[in-house]
């Protein structure tokens, strides 16, 4: 008895959905290929920001940041357009260097290094670069602030200069320079080393403001001698959330703020 051949079956067509789905897959590809790259983070913000204007723009997706002129113009100006990963790691790349750079004085407890909400801060032990009651900064210590101001230097970030104190009271046998209160010292302390930074150091005034704190943010316990060494300092803040940008109005050639700008 013969056998029936079957009839061969028609190949089946391949699904559209699946050309569509393969698209998306090495498009995706493609762009975490580009995020990879520690170029495309530091340099090239600018097209992680011209690829978020996508966003709200195709489908359903709402929100986000047309690329209209005025955008597309702006470019972000700055690294704060930057998803918050990618900001978080220029920050680590910039602690790294200045843990490198300041390893001698960290071991001699001359500097300290740490990150907090604010950005980076880098604190000068009030005692090792100033004498008691005085602003002056000592001598022997004036390469520690060149070595700050090459950092700041290789930044595009503000950069905020705060004077500490401890709650001692100025009195005139502690006043080596006849400061009224303690408010009086931190900001004289404070605008020593920005003057530093900006004389010897050729860091750009525009990048940097001072600020006086006198014994009002302690970062220890002042009813100890060693609490109230740690409160005596000058912090000098890397902010994270303010960049250089040249402003809109030619008329004011110097950069401003986004706090003061708007």
Known sequence: MAVKKRPKSKPRATPGWMLTMGDMNNLLLCFFIVLMGEETIVKGYEFLYVLSSFKGNVGIMAG?????????MELGHNIAALPSTERQQYMSRILKRAVEAFKPEIESKYVRVREDE???VITLSGDVFF????ARLRGEVR???GKLGKIIRNVDN???????TDNTPITPARAREAYRTNWELSSARAINVLHYLTDEAEVSPKQLSAVAFGEYRPIDDNDTPQGR????????VILKERFIQPSADKRIPRPLPDEEWR
């Open 131 to 134: 004498d008691p009651g005085s």
């Open 143 to 145: 390469p520690i602030i």
């Open 118 to 120: 604010r950005g980076l």
């Open 64 to 72: 986000g940041k047309s690329i209209s002129k005025g955008n597309m």
């Open 158 to 164: 503000f950069v905020r200069i705060e004077g500490h």
């Open 229 to 236: 060494a740690y409160n005596r300092r000058v912090d000098i």
